[in-house]
């Protein structure tokens, strides 16, 4: 992006445009307000938030390649070649305008002082925060011929910006190494495929940007991401597993009311749509705005296609946005000069003009290719016909699964055991396979709180399958029931009866199989119970170890071998490997699996920001594509453990 579409930024980028707003307070006493979470989430946001300081340079124009090293001590290292921050003394605090930046919260060159025209890290909080949660942070700024460098402990300045050194009379840019605080954060050990996730991601959204991660501890990896096509080529990645119905990614671009518009869309031959909105290159997940004004558009323009051009009789309705987006695959990126976002999450853009920008600009680029391209155009609306016939062929089954108070008086076939207590809270239901565990998860549960739904053999594969296929399942048909939510529009966190949902399956193959095929299905219609921390998976054990009357149980080839080396090995020893749920009886279920006080169980969680991946996980394994599959397997068979053949 140019400089000239959006206005001109001022290259003189000085310790005056640097703006205090307020001090830096309580970050290290609550750091959860700032970076949502001390968990591994919020360890690699601090990552984020000085790459995304490196992309507002990129995004300004001054910046063509970031580099993010995992250093050797799980310190994080981040070299950009932007302007650098500025070194020059602030005129109000009397310190570095640098010195400012890393520790003032709400200051930066992101508040009307002709640093940056549009900017992902709107609230200025980032670079300080970052400091403020490290054991210590050390700033290099190349600049003028020199090499300026300060150091900072726990948000604290250590050393004066002094310069340690020359560097080529043109190079420019900021290079920032921290290490994160054991004291405050959970974990502090980097994940290189979480990084890696992110970091594909933001190229892909910034156009030419390229961005190198290297790992350098023992594995010593090693990529480079940089993307001619931007979006265009995000589309195709998300599409990988998928085939699409068209060779050409749908694209439109423009500027509207001073917002920059990119769109990029296909369909393909699945029946989820994978929609992805962005402004300032942040991910809204709760969409916003531009999410609707590209809905708009995208409904009206091929409604008024299909007319002109008697793809839709008279008689027949219009197509609804859902029928139209079955099986897209789209991302929409705005860049705006002053974002408004509803929460301090950035969830969801409230921006009136973004909608009027997104619907104008896709609207007329859109039916300028369809008139362009009318086979494309017949493809896409013959797809959104069938699914409008399925829609309709759904209605009924929806409504008859729609939850109507209690479940008295709806017959349940999936044997639903219940749980007297009515407070949701206090309740969790097992998914269970078959009816032999089934029937010893009845025996074994505490009927107040713990209900047991048996399941017959494995669930639908809801990636294959369009709406009315899944309403006709009886097994979905049980859960969606018993859940109490409904699903899709009619999806209602508040009247969810059970706050734990755990799938309990057989620690084999064939297990693991139908966990995926639930969780494709609950990602898929339910994605609010797992995002919100509902869904969990039961882990039973392995092993069965017995000597002199005592009985050890065993979760891991690992924890059998700890077993077996404290109590020893030899003849005296019974070990006994667990082919199923259902050869153990009620009692060892319930002390093994299903009591509070000692069963494992792991919650599913998923990180919004790189939901796309998520899904994509999802078609890689459930889809239609073999070879997609077989190399995720490949690539991740090392970390399975345990897998009974």
């Known amino acids: 992006m140019s400089n000239e579409k959006l206005g001109a930024v001022e290259n003189d980028y000085g ?55 995992i250093n050797k001590d799980n310190s994080i290292t981040v070299e950009d070649n932007g302007r650098g921050i500025p070194v020059g003394m602030h005129p109000k605090a009397g310190i570095p305008a640098v010195e400012v930046v890393f520790t003032v919260l709400h200051a930066g060159g992101k508040f009307g002082g002709g640093g940056y025209k549009v900017s992902g890290g709107l609230h200025g909080v980032g670079a300080s925060v970052v400091n403020a949660l490290s054991d210590w942070l050390e700033v290099e700024i190349f600049h003028d011929g020199n090499v300026y460098k300060q150091r900072y402990e726990r948000g604290n300045t250590i050393t004066k910006l002094e310069i340690v050194g020359p560097c080529a009379k043109k190079k420019t840019g900021t290079k920032v190494t921290f290490k994160p605080d054991e004291s405050i954060f959970e974990e ?89 909105s962005f402004v300032n290159n942040i991910l809204t997940p709760e969409g916003g705005m531009h999410l609707t004004g590209f809905r708009n558009a995208i409904t009206k323009t091929f409604n008024d296609y299909a007319r002109k051009n008697k793809l839709l009789k008279e008689k027949d309705e219009n197509l609804t946005g859902d029928d139209l987006r079955e099986g897209l695959t789209a991302i929409i990126s705005v860049k705006i000069e002053d974002p408004q976002f509803e929460g301090q999450t950035k969830q969801k853009l409230g921006n009136s003009e973004a909608r009027g920008a997104v619907d104008a600009v896709v609207s007329e680029q859109l039916t300028y290719f369809l008139e362009q391209t009318p086979s494309v155009a017949k493809i896409i609306v013959e797809k959104a016909l069938l699914a409008q016939r399925a829609r309709a062929a759904a209605r009924h089954a929806k409504e008859t699964t729609r939850r109507k108070g209690a479940l008295d008086s709806f017959k349940l076939p999936g044997k639903l055991a219940d749980c007297s207590d009515k407070n949701p809270e206090n309740c969790e239901i097992f998914i269970v396979e078959g009816d032999s565990a089934g029937g010893s998860a009845k025996d074994a549960r505490t009927r107040a709180t713990q209900a047991i739904l048996p399941l017959r053999g494995k669930i639908l594969n809801v990636e294959k399958a369009r709406l009315d296929k899944i309403f006709a399942n009886a097994e979905i048909k049980t859960m969606i029931t018993a859940f109490g939510t409904g699903i899709h529009d009619d999806f209602d966190i508040s009247k969810l009866r059970y706050h734990k949902i755990i799938i309990m399956t057989d620690a084999d193959v064939d297990g693991a199989h139908i966990s995926t095929l639930m969780l494709t299905f609950l990602y898929r219609f339910m994605p ?40 020893g090995r030899d003849g005296n020893n019974k070990i006994q490997r667990y082919k199923g749920l259902g050869e153990m009886d009620a009692e060892q279920l319930w002390e093994t699996t299903m009591d509070p006080e000692r069963r494992v169980l792991l919650r599913v969680s998923m990180d919004e920001e790189t939901e796309s991946e998520v899904d994509l996980t999802f078609t890689t394994l459930m889809g239609d594509k073999v070879e997609p599959r077989r190399e995720f397997i490949e690539a991740n068979a090392k970390f399975v453990k345990n897998l009974d053949i």
């Not at 990614?249 to 920059?260: A, F, L, N, Q, R």
Request: charged share 30%; proline share 2%.
């Open 15 to 69: 310790a005056e445009q640097i703006q205090i707003l307020e001090g830096l307070e309580a970050v290290r006493k609550r750091p959860g307000m700032y970076i949502g979470t001390t968990s591994s989430r919020g360890l690699h946001h601090l990552v984020y938030e000085i790459v995304d300081n490196a992309v507002d340079e990129a995004l300004a124009g001054f910046c063509s390649e970031i580099l993010v090293v």
């Open 188 to 276: 502090t050990v980097y994940d290189f495929d979480t990084l890696k996730t992110r970091l594909r991601e933001t190229a892909f959204l910034t156009k030419n940007l390229k961005i190198v991660l290297k790992d350098a501890r023992e594995q010593k990896k090693e990529v480079t991401f940089q993307y001619e096509g931007g979006i265009k080529e995000f589309v195709t990645y998300l599409n990988k597993s998928k085939t699409a119905l068209y060779d050409r990614v749908i694209y439109c671009e423009g500027i509207k009311d001073k917002v920059y518009v990119e769109v990029a869309f296909q369909h393909n031959d699945s029946y989820n749509e994978s929609t992805y």
């Open 528 to 567: 609010e119970l797992i995002k919100q921390g509902h869904v969990y998976l039961a882990q039973p054990p392995l092993y069965k170890v017995e000597r002199n009357k005592k009985t050890w149980y065993a979760y891991s080839d690992d924890e059998l071998n700890k077993i077996l080396k404290e109590i």
